[in-house]
């Protein structure tokens, strides 16, 4: 009330200033009309525009209501790493390598023990002696929120990795001990719990297909320690991908979200987690105003699996994937640039033995279009192991639909890898290439490529295999100007080559000349 009452004081005084200096302005204009400044041709007054001005002055939100009562629910974390130290039993310190023979009070011993203190935990003595014992430090700290009264909360992968002991601080300052229930490296999510009678403050998460770009957000977290720290900003973008790993799908948010901040959530105005705070774009290390937070849908599924099994299962294809471009979109007779194209269907993987094969683009998953490899990752990564998910493919110029049975991810393995490789538009009809017959008779392995020409361009080496033109396989140098001359009468502009080399396995579009 005090803060309103001043910004109505301070508006009518600069209200008042202004009507005071408009008043004056007009007593100077008819002033100088009087002396012979002014010029009035109708015998009458000149009429004087008035300013622009609003009748009841902007109001600025307030998020006060909402971290009001949203901040119970925001916690900062506090991560502990055992780490091995020295007993506590006695001894000398030229117990030392090398200093084995100097006795006690010798000159050098106040030298030496100097060098202990300054090296701490990294001196000699606790690798050697055989009763080391075990101490707690402090490794991490950042941000995380409680999802369910019984003391379920979510923080970031990043800021657990590596502990032994977990605190939660509450907004009151409260200390909890808390346990991890289970990480998810590749979301850069983590589950802890604490285990504690009483009911916990906690927040739900919003349907993000609702945010758009230009809402505003509220970040609340712990950064560099300070805790309880409540900045705001808007929705700057959606979809972004900072290579942080394969299920890529930020929101970014232009904020002043800092270290520390990590695992804090993102509140829309209604207090409903709408991102959950990861990264920072900082060239300096500090906050320059853009952060990147993991969407409440994808974290949503994560939580919900690290509580109910303590890890994420994963569907799996067995696939390697690339981009579809222009050209390549083109040379397959697809009419824009969607999909994942396979460029190598693992043998024994779901993928291969639903039929699945190099050359085929994936442009559905269960009818939900696919528009890039990043977006059939995430499409199929959100089903279990075991799961049939119908699968729809461009193959010679249409679609077909196959069934396919999800395997469960190995290891560190992604579900769809990118190729790599360059893209580059055509540039002219010449592909550039001499080739000849590869001695298993499959294929033809490319034994120079001209400087400058499109298959240099695309980054078609001597020694790399080509198995197939236009999905056709190729065994002579008669069996590509054939595929060429299919794809010239068909009027495409570029024909689509599968490239072999070492184990990988990459498709490249090279130019007709045609158009």
Do not use: C
């Not at 039993?89 to 100097?114: Q, T």
């Not at 409440?296 to 890890?311: C, E, F, H, M, Y």
């Not at 010239?488 to 045609?514: C, H, M, N, W, Y």
């Amino acid at each position: 009330m005090h803060q309103d009452a001043d910004n109505n004081a301070t508006n009518k005084s600069v209200i008042g200033k202004g009507r005071g200096r408009l008043m004056a302005t007009i007593a100077s204009v008819a002033i100088a009309g009087a002396v012979g400044l002014g010029v009035v041709t109708s015998g009458t007054a000149p009429v004087m525009a008035e300013a622009v001005r609003l009748e009841q002055p902007v109001q600025a939100p307030s998020f006060a209501d909402i971290v009001e009562e949203v901040s119970p629910a925001v916690v900062s974390v506090r991560v502990k790493a055992e780490i091995q130290t020295t007993s506590d039993r006695g001894g000398s310190f030229f117990d030392m390598p090398g200093f084995e023979g100097l006795p006690e009070g010798h000159p050098l011993e106040r030298f030496f023990r100097e060098f202990r203190g300054e090296r701490g935990e990294r001196g000699y003595e606790k690798d050697r002696r055989p009763d080391r014992r075990q101490r707690a430090r402090p490794v991490s700290q950042g941000s995380g929120f409680f999802i369910s009264e019984d003391g379920y909360l979510v923080t970031n992968n990043h800021v657990v990795e590596g502990g032994s002991s977990f605190t939660v601080v509450m907004d009151d300052g409260t200390e909890i001990d808390a346990k991890l229930v289970g990480t998810d490296p590749r979301t850069d999510l983590a589950v802890l719990k604490v285990d504690e009678e009483r009911e916990f403050t906690y927040v739900d998460f919003a349907d993000d297909a609702q945010v758009r770009v230009g809402d505003w957000v509220v970040a609340v977290g712990n950064p560099f320690g300070l805790g309880g720290t409540v900045t705001a900003g808007i929705v700057s973008a959606r979809g972004r991908d900072i290579g942080a790993g394969p299920y890529d799908d930020f929101i970014q948010i232009d904020a002043a979200v800092n270290r520390g901040n990590s695992g804090g959530p993102a509140f829309n105005l209604t207090g409903e987690v709408v991102g959950v705070n990861t990264a920072i774009f900082s060239p300096s290390g500090g906050n320059v105003g853009i952060a990147f937070a993991i969407p409440a849908s994808i974290a949503k599924q994560v939580v919900k699996d690290l509580i109910d099994d303590g890890t994420v299962e994963r569907g799996w294809l067995g696939v390697q994937i690339q981009p579809v471009t222009k050209d390549i979109a083109e040379s397959v007779g697809l009419d824009e640039e969607k999909g994942a194209l396979i460029a190598d269907a693992q043998a024994g993987e779901p993928a291969a033995k639903a039929g699945i094969r190099s050359g085929d683009i994936i442009i559905a998953v269960e009818d939900k279009p696919v528009s890039s490899p990043k977006e059939l990752a995430r499409l199929v990564a959100g089903y279990a192991p075991g799961n049939d998910v119908a699968v729809t493919v461009w193959r010679d110029g249409k679609t077909e639909n196959l069934t396919v049975t999800l395997a469960e991810m190995p290891g560190v393995k992604t579900m769809a890898s990118a190729s790599g490789g360059a893209q580059p538009d055509a540039v002219n009809a010449q592909f550039g290439l001499k080739v000849t017959p590869a001695e298993d008779g499959d294929g033809l392995i490319v034994t120079d490529v001209e400087p400058g020409s499109p298959a240099d361009d695309r980054g078609i080496r001597a020694g790399d295999i080509i198995r197939t033109v236009n999905s056709q396989a190729v065994k002579s140098g008669k069996d590509v100007e054939e595929a060429v001359a299919a794809a010239v009468e068909a009027g495409r502009k570029a024909v689509l080559i599968q490239i072999q080399r070492d184990d990988a396995s990459r498709f490249v579009a090279l130019p007709t000349g045609q158009g």
